[in-house]
């Protein structure tokens, strides 16, 4: 009797232990998402894009406005919303960015914090949307899987799936197609790409556009977990000690770096006292600077005087 009750915990443990890692690391998928989008203008144009966040919310609103209004299924809304924040990716980097490229980094900075706020407040000036906290009605929501005894739910499931298929799709592209050969040649060296016949600022702007796409991602994927509200960007400053973990030049690294935040931060909120889940992801990086500066990914970065 005692062994059979020992084994019924031993299972329980095991089940609650599963779910913790399928939240952490739905939750990392996130982080992931969104950190891709700093490494990605990093590395295509040395500039960090604080408004990452704030792109992710827009994306989210764009889906939850495509549905409201206009009557979209989420399947309809969901990709629309995407490739309309692309399209706002590549305008913000013609008009606001490309003016002060060669400026100071802090200005460049200071810029995409403003972009941040300034998108904050036209969302929360919207009536009947801006002001308020909404949830974003999918096909899935509320549905959960049962896993050998475990209760898991649909929505991290298709986190965690189509963060995959994404990555899968962004290596695809990176190995095997022009343009992905060719940003990769940009990010090595503007210079040299642009004297080889490469349309570097073309491709900039294809990046900012791509990233904005991926934030949009992030946010439509996230909005079903939590709920569609204007200060949900915010979740932009746990993503960037993800890029920094996993080095803020390597895209497999934001991967990895996001899922590393999303786990400690879903055992850190379990096992650890109240509040030491918000700061969990922070004492990462502190302990990733002491140990590995340059992230599990990142290279040896130096310059010649």
Same mark, same amino acid.
């Given at each position: 009797?005692a062994?059979?009750?020992?084994?019924?915990?031993q299972r329980e443990s095991?089940?609650a232990?599963l779910?913790?890692?399928?939240s952490?690391?739905a939750?990392?998928?996130?982080y992931?998402?969104?950190a891709?989008?700093?490494?990605?203008?990093?590395?295509?144009?040395?500039?960090?894009?604080?408004?990452?966040?704030e792109?992710?919310?827009l994306g989210?609103?764009?889906?939850l406005v495509?549905?409201?209004?206009?009557?979209?299924?989420?399947?309809?809304?969901?990709?629309?919303a995407?490739v309309?924040?692309?399209a706002l990716g590549v305008?913000?980097?013609?008009?606001?960015?490309?003016p002060?490229?060669?400026q100071p980094?802090?200005?460049?900075v200071?810029?995409t914090?403003? @972009? $941040?706020?300034?998108?904050? #407040? =036209?969302?929360?000036m919207v009536?009947?949307?801006?002001?308020?906290?909404?949830?974003? *009605?999918?096909?899935?929501?509320?549905?959960?899987?049962?896993?050998?005894?475990a209760v898991i739910s649909?929505?991290?499931?298709?986190v965690?799936a189509?963060t995959?298929?994404?990555?899968?799709?962004l290596y695809a592209?990176?190995?095997?197609?022009?343009?992905g050969?060719?940003m990769?040649?940009?990010s090595?060296?503007?210079?040299?790409?642009?004297?080889m016949g490469?349309?570097?600022?073309r491709?900039n702007?294809?990046?900012?556009g791509l990233s904005a796409?991926?934030a949009?991602l992030?946010?439509?994927?996230?909005a079903?977990?939590?709920?569609?509200?204007?200060n949900?960007?915010?979740?932009?400053?746990?993503?960037?000690p993800?890029?920094v973990?996993?080095?803020?030049?390597s895209l497999?690294?934001?991967? @990895? $770096?996001?899922l590393v935040i #999303? =786990?400690?931060e879903a055992?850190?909120?379990?096992?650890?006292?109240e509040?030491?889940? *918000?700061?969990a992801a922070?004492?990462?990086?502190l302990?990733m600077?002491?140990?590995k500066?340059?992230?599990l990914f990142?290279g040896?970065?130096?310059?010649?005087?």
């Amino acid at each position: 009797m005692a062994l059979a009750v020992v084994g019924g915990a031993q299972r329980e443990s095991g089940l609650a232990l599963l779910q913790l890692v399928i939240s952490g690391v739905a939750l990392g998928c996130i982080y992931a998402l969104i950190a891709l989008g700093f490494v990605l203008i990093y590395k295509a144009t040395e500039t960090v894009n604080f408004a990452q966040g704030e792109l992710m919310m827009l994306g989210a609103f764009g889906g939850l406005v495509l549905m409201r209004s206009l009557g979209l299924s989420f399947w309809f809304a969901a990709p629309l919303a995407v490739v309309a924040m692309m399209a706002l990716g590549v305008a913000l980097e013609r008009l606001v960015i490309r003016p002060i490229l060669g400026q100071p980094q802090f200005t460049i900075v200071m810029l995409t914090i403003g @972009v $941040g706020y300034v998108a904050r #407040g =036209l969302i929360t000036m919207v009536p009947q949307i801006g002001s308020d906290t909404s949830t974003l *009605d999918v096909p899935y929501k509320g549905q959960v899987l049962n896993w050998g005894g475990a209760v898991i739910s649909v929505e991290q499931v298709a986190v965690i799936a189509v963060t995959a298929l994404l990555c899968l799709l962004l290596y695809a592209m990176f190995r095997y197609s022009k343009l992905g050969v060719a940003m990769q040649a940009a990010s090595q060296n503007q210079l040299a790409a642009y004297y080889m016949g490469i349309p570097v600022r073309r491709l900039n702007g294809l990046v900012w556009g791509l990233s904005a796409g991926v934030a949009a991602l992030a946010g439509l994927l996230l909005a079903p977990i939590t709920f569609v509200h204007v200060n949900m960007g915010f979740i932009g400053l746990k993503a960037f000690p993800a890029a920094v973990v996993g080095g803020f030049g390597s895209l497999p690294g934001a991967i @990895v $770096g996001g899922l590393v935040i #999303g =786990l400690v931060e879903a055992f850190a909120g379990f096992y650890l006292p109240e509040g030491f889940k *918000d700061i969990a992801a922070y004492v990462v990086v502190l302990v990733m600077l002491v140990v590995k500066p340059n992230g599990l990914f990142g290279g040896a970065m130096r310059k010649k005087v």
